[in-house]
């Protein structure tokens, strides 16, 4: 064992690796090894982990700058627990983990410390880690996290963890196997390729329902985290408290936005929430409930909500599709509102979505830097079903000519909307609904 003391750094690492054939340390004698050495500089150990241990002894040891730990004989029953407290002098800025069996509590009291750089290599968690709390360690510059196993189930909940981090914290660069991005490019959504569950837009029949239910049940349970309301937090929980409700959701314009469930228009919290995410134009894709609180619906009709005051200046109806346009006064900022009579698990007719749709973009344009939130009651299956017309919809605009042999892949659609808010459409109709569509704006 290397116990040599080293010139004076002004950092202190901590590296856990796999495999070493130094002699082994008994987990259970962690603290009795590190201790009985004489003011160590650096620490190079082995250690067996014959059962749970902490690594509070090394992170507050008065002296240890480096430190390199090796995990071997891993036992699927112990594991290497979180700190317990905020190390005293000196400060462990460097963090890397090899080959550790890791609790999901693990990462959280790490945004106490004034980490710079931490990487997770070849880990396991023995549940979902909330990755998020890192957020609150503003010292943190490098984020690595590859061939990590997680709870069976829990991808899609772990990617959504890394992509709100990297949006929450943007002076991070994170390193990792697999993002989000991967499956929001959506580069095999609109294809010419013939697949399983990939459905020509010039067809004039229907994809069978059976398909769309197998396809629904195919896609989960990695991508469907229904009642995971953590990681459906928003972006901007730090400058909102309690904001847990709206996912970001990337699009192929890049323009920023929402997708939620329905917000509590009473609250001075949701109008903080719009003011700091500088949020345009809010779509209500759900019918109107007469006990919810709601936002003012006639011209002159205000609301009152903590420090903000929400008038209707403009109110326009169209009944004959269910939709209504309105323009509203947030304590001087103008914010567009566009609601449709949609029910709950039941698609939507062509006619209806179409105008829907274009009155969105048109209340996007008047206002395009700000950003847009879209909502019904929970916030998966109507909102899911319109973000992914709106996404076909921008991809479609992309192309100059539409191919005639073009196909709509089903299956990716799901698969990117679920990684970025679990559960994102539900019914076989949502599923019809966003086909017609496709092939209704393909025309167009």
Same mark, same amino acid.
């Given at each position: 064992m290397n116990l040599t003391p080293t010139a004076t750094s002004l950092t202190k690492s901590l590296e856990l690796m796999v495999l070493s054939s130094q002699e082994p340390?008994?987990?259970?004698?962690?603290? @009795?090894?590190?201790?009985?050495?004489?003011?160590?500089?650096?620490?190079?150990? *082995?250690?067996?982990?014959?059962?749970?241990?902490?690594?509070?002894?090394?992170?507050?040891?008065?002296?240890?700058? %480096?430190?390199?730990?090796?995990?071997?004989?891993?036992?699927?029953?112990?594991?290497?627990?979180?700190?317990?407290a905020v190390p005293s002098l000196p400060p462990l800025t460097r963090l890397t983990?090899?080959?550790?069996?890791?609790? $999901?509590?693990?990462?959280?009291? &790490?945004? #106490?410390?004034?980490?710079?750089?931490?990487?997770?290599?070849?880990?396991?968690?023995?549940? &979902?880690?909330?990755? *998020?709390?890192?957020?609150?360690?503003?010292?943190?510059?490098?984020?690595?996290?590859?061939?990590?196993? =997680?709870?069976?189930?829990?991808?899609?909940?772990?990617?959504? $963890?890394i992509y709100i981090l990297e949006k929450a914290h943007p002076r991070l660069t994170v390193e990792a !196997?697999?993002?989000?991005?991967?499956?929001?490019?959506?580069?095999?959504?609109?294809? !010419?390729?013939?697949? #399983? =569950?990939? =459905?020509?837009?010039?067809?004039r029949e229907r994809p069978p329902y059976y398909e769309l239910g197998q396809l629904l049940d195919n896609v989960g349970p990695d991508e469907d985290s229904h009642w995971d309301f953590f990681w459906g937090k928003t972006l901007s929980h730090n400058s909102c408290t309690n904001y847990k409700w709206a996912s970001p959701i990337n699009c192929?314009? $890049?323009?920023?936005r929402f997708a939620a469930e329905l917000p509590n228009y009473?609250?001075?919290?949701?109008?903080?929430?719009? %003011?700091?995410?500088?949020?345009?134009?809010?779509?209500?894709?759900?019918? #109107?409930?007469?006990?919810?609180?709601?936002?003012?619906? @006639?011209?002159?009709?205000?609301?009152?909500?903590?420090?903000?005051?929400?008038?209707?200046? @403009?109110?326009? !109806?169209?009944?004959?599709?269910?939709?209504?346009?309105?323009?509203?006064?947030v304590n001087g900022k103008s914010v567009h509102h566009l609601q449709i009579n949609w029910h709950d698990n039941e698609g939507m007719d062509m006619e209806?979505? *179409? &105008?829907?749709?274009?009155?969105?973009? @048109?209340c996007e344009a008047k206002t395009p830097d700000a950003k847009s939130l879209a909502h019904c009651f929970s916030g998966y299956g109507r909102t899911g079903t319109f973000f992914g017309c709106l996404i076909i919809a921008l991809l479609l605009k992309k192309q100059e000519k539409v191919d005639p042999e073009l196909l709509l892949d089903l299956e990716a659609l799901i698969r990117a909307l679920r990684q970025? #808010? $679990?559960?994102?459409?539900? *019914?076989?109709?949502?599923?019809?609904?966003?086909?017609?569509y496709a092939k209704t704006a393909a025309l167009q």
């Open positions: 340390v008994a987990a259970s004698r962690l603290e @009795e090894q590190v201790l009985k050495e004489k003011a160590p500089s650096t620490l190079d150990l *082995t250690l067996d982990l014959d059962s749970s241990c902490d690594l509070d002894c090394i992170a507050h040891h008065p002296t240890l700058r %480096s430190v390199a730990v090796r995990v071997v004989k891993l036992n699927i029953h112990c594991g290497i627990n979180p700190f317990s983990l090899h080959g550790a069996r890791l609790c $999901g509590d693990f990462i959280p009291p &790490l945004s #106490r410390l004034p980490l710079e750089f931490l990487s997770f290599e070849g880990c396991s968690f023995a549940n &979902l880690p909330n990755i *998020t709390a890192l957020e609150n360690c503003p010292t943190l510059s490098q984020f690595n996290i590859k061939r990590v196993e =997680y709870p069976s189930g829990r991808a899609a909940a772990f990617l959504r $963890g !196997d697999k993002k989000i991005a991967d499956f929001t490019a959506y580069q095999n959504v609109l294809t !010419d390729t013939a697949g #399983r =569950y990939r =459905y020509h837009l010039k067809d192929p314009d $890049g323009r920023p009473s609250s001075e919290h949701f109008w903080t929430f719009l %003011s700091r995410e500088n949020i345009g134009l809010i779509a209500t894709v759900m019918h #109107r409930h007469p006990w919810e609180e709601e936002i003012p619906q @006639e011209v002159g009709g205000s609301l009152t909500a903590g420090l903000f005051t929400v008038k209707c200046t @403009e109110c326009i !109806d169209h009944p004959l599709h269910g939709i209504t346009q309105r323009a509203l006064d209806s979505l *179409t &105008l829907f749709m274009k009155l969105f973009f @048109e970025q #808010r $679990g559960c994102m459409i539900n *019914t076989e109709a949502q599923l019809e609904t966003i086909f017609k």
